[in-house]
């Protein structure tokens, strides 16, 4: 049989010719053995011959077009079995030669990305040719808004192979507001070889046998294909979808922002400083006006049985000093007067302060100490009144202010009852032994009228 070749999706055909030489009626069986067998037929399969008589047979040749047959030389056997002597079995052979053909199978994925300024894409390549091919990638657009790379830029398959690469996509700038823009490009995957072989051939050859040999004619059929850079397979068409960093609803809050400052310092802010002057005005002339400073003693005794308290008197600082304050209204004089009180933990103290003969004090402030931390309760009275009961381990200084003076006259007290639960660590970092709260109480201490 002569060499023949085939291209994958087209048909050949070569003959084979049998001849009996023997002295009794034969009858042949034709079997095609080897690689090229699942697509290749003898027609006919089954010969009877008479003695000194030949008959051609053809051999027919369909490969498909598929990566599972590869290209190049495969070789071709046809056995001829006689029936009444099979030990005269003979197996000719000859070699086809299966050509190439280049197709890529490639995908995309996503076709469509979206981001503020870079973007990812993954190519999926498949060799779906017969033969070795080294892909290459390649990205662009019209424009050159884009920079676009692959990786790796190109890659070996054979056939039935598969292969990914990845593509980055980056906006040559950023899209501060407005809508998105699309920016649209191309993906190929092509040969990176820059030429290809082109076989054209026709063999045949006619030949003859003994009686237990065989003869072949045959005729090959044209091999296909195409010369230089190819891209095997369509571009893909993509689109990078650039979002802007600032999107309209942003703006307009924005906006809404800016509008609302420019109200508040063109019409609100300039509203609200008068009102409050207005009211500081109306409280300095409510005010009585400053008069001499009294002496002001607190009670003899200010401590009970479990504590210690020492009281000054309004009029007089915790030092000793004045108590005169640019603050006196008319009427009276603003002073203050502090109770120190220390008590052991489980036990009840008191201290006192008490408003001296003939006098009457407006009181509006008082500040609570609790410097140490400690637990416990304690509770604050003007006169026959409970001002407040707080719990000592919710504060270390506590101030309260009154617009409207609180008033008590003379012999009445301002009184501060400590229950200590547990003795708080001061700054020094050691538990103190005792509790040891301060109340300071200031305000207007006038003549009694």
Same mark, same amino acid.
């Given at each position: 049989?002569?060499?023949?070749?085939?291209v !994958?999706?087209?048909?050949?055909?070569?003959?084979?010719?049998?001849?009996?030489?023997?002295?009794?009626?034969?009858?042949?069986?034709?079997?095609?053995?080897?690689?090229?067998a699942?697509?290749?037929?003898?027609?006919p399969?089954?010969?009877?011959?008479?003695?000194?008589?030949?008959?051609?047979?053809?051999?027919?040749?369909?490969p498909?077009?598929?990566?599972?047959?590869?290209?190049?030389?495969?070789?071709?056997?046809?056995?001829v079995l006689?029936?009444?002597?099979?030990?005269?079995?003979?197996?000719?052979?000859?070699?086809?030669?299966?050509?190439?053909?280049?197709?890529?199978?490639?995908?995309?994925?996503?076709?469509?990305?979206?981001?503020?300024?870079?973007?990812?894409?993954?190519?999926?390549?498949?060799?779906?040719?017969?033969?070795?091919?080294?892909?290459?990638?390649?990205?662009?657009q019209?424009?050159?808004?884009?920079?676009?790379?692959?990786? !790796?830029?190109?890659?070996d398959?054979?056939?039935?192979?598969?292969?990914?690469?990845?593509?980055?996509?980056?906006?040559?700038?950023?899209?501060?507001?407005?809508?998105?823009?699309?920016?649209?490009?191309?993906?190929?995957?092509?040969?990176?070889?820059?030429?290809?072989?082109?076989?054209?051939?026709?063999?045949?050859?006619?030949?003859?046998?003994?009686?237990?040999?065989?003869?072949?004619?045959?005729?090959?059929?044209?091999a296909?294909g195409?010369?230089?850079?190819?891209?095997?397979?369509?571009?893909?068409?993509?689109?990078?979808?650039?979002?802007?960093?600032?999107?309209?609803?942003?703006?307009?809050?924005?906006?809404?922002l800016?509008?609302l400052?420019?109200?508040?310092?063109?019409?609100?802010?300039?509203?609200?400083?008068?009102?409050?002057?207005?009211?500081?005005?109306?409280?300095?002339?409510?005010?009585?006006? !400053?008069t001499?400073?009294?002496?002001?003693?607190?009670?003899?005794?200010?401590?009970?049985?479990?504590?210690?308290g020492?009281?000054?008197?309004?009029?007089?600082?915790?030092?000793?000093?004045?108590?005169?304050?640019?603050?006196?209204?008319?009427?009276?004089?603003?002073?203050?007067?502090?109770?120190?009180?220390?008590?052991a933990?489980?036990?009840?103290?008191?201290?006192?302060?008490?408003?001296?003969?003939g006098?009457?004090?407006?009181?509006?402030?008082?500040?609570?100490?609790?410097?140490?931390?400690?637990?416990?309760?304690?509770?604050?009275?003007?006169?026959?009144?409970?001002?407040?009961?707080?719990?000592?381990?919710?504060?270390?200084?506590?101030?309260?202010?009154?617009?409207?003076?609180?008033?008590?006259?003379?012999?009445?007290?301002?009184?501060?009852?400590?229950?200590?639960?547990?003795?708080g660590?001061?700054?020094?970092?050691?538990?103190?032994?005792?509790?040891?709260?301060?109340?300071?109480?200031?305000?207007v201490?006038?003549?009694?009228?």
């Open positions: 049989m002569p060499r023949v070749s085939v !994958p999706g087209g048909t050949a055909t070569t003959s084979l010719t049998v001849r009996n030489d023997g002295d009794i009626v034969e009858a042949y069986r034709l079997e095609v053995v080897g690689d090229c699942p697509w290749t037929t003898v027609e399969e089954r010969v009877s011959l008479y003695p000194g008589t030949s008959e051609t047979v053809t051999i027919r040749l369909a498909p077009r598929s990566s599972r047959v590869r290209a190049g030389d495969v070789p071709l056997a046809v056995r006689p029936t009444e002597r099979p030990e005269a079995v003979r197996v000719p052979e000859t070699v086809v030669h299966v050509g190439e053909f280049r197709e890529l199978r490639a995908e995309l994925v996503p076709r469509r990305r979206r981001g503020w300024l870079r973007g990812r894409y993954r190519l999926a390549v498949r060799n779906e040719g017969n033969a070795r091919v080294r892909v290459a990638f390649a990205a662009g019209q424009g050159e808004e884009l920079r676009l790379a692959f990786q !790796p830029t190109a890659q398959l054979e056939p039935g192979e598969s292969a990914e690469a990845g593509l980055r996509v980056r906006a040559g700038g950023p899209v501060w507001f407005g809508t998105p823009t699309t920016w649209p490009f191309t993906v190929t995957a092509g040969d990176a070889r820059d030429t290809r072989d082109t076989r054209d051939g026709r063999d045949g050859a006619d030949g003859t046998g003994g009686a237990d040999g065989a003869g072949a004619t045959g005729e090959a059929a044209e296909a195409t010369a230089g850079h190819e891209p095997v397979h369509p571009p893909l068409e993509a689109e990078f979808v650039q979002l802007p960093l600032l999107p309209r609803w942003l703006l307009a809050l924005l906006a809404l800016v509008a400052l420019v109200a508040w310092f063109a019409l609100v802010r300039p509203a609200v400083r008068s009102t409050a002057k207005e009211a500081a005005d109306e409280v300095v002339q409510q005010r009585p006006a !400053p001499a400073a009294p002496s002001a003693r607190p009670s003899g005794d200010s401590t009970r049985p479990g504590g210690s020492a009281t000054t008197a309004p009029g007089t600082g915790g030092d000793g000093g004045t108590g005169t304050r640019p603050g006196a209204t008319g009427g009276g004089q603003q002073g203050s007067a502090t109770i120190d009180l220390e008590t933990g489980g036990r009840t103290a008191t201290g006192t302060y008490t408003v001296p003969a006098k009457a004090f407006g009181i509006t402030d008082i500040v609570v100490a609790n410097f140490q931390g400690d637990e416990g309760v304690m509770t604050i009275g003007f006169g026959d009144r409970k001002i407040t009961t707080i719990a000592l381990e919710t504060f270390r200084n506590q101030d309260y202010h009154w617009v409207t003076p609180i008033r008590i006259t003379e012999s009445q007290t301002v009184t501060v009852q400590v229950t200590c639960a547990k003795p660590t001061p700054a020094t970092g050691r538990r103190a032994e005792k509790c040891h709260e301060v109340l300071n109480v200031s305000g201490l006038s003549d009694l009228r």
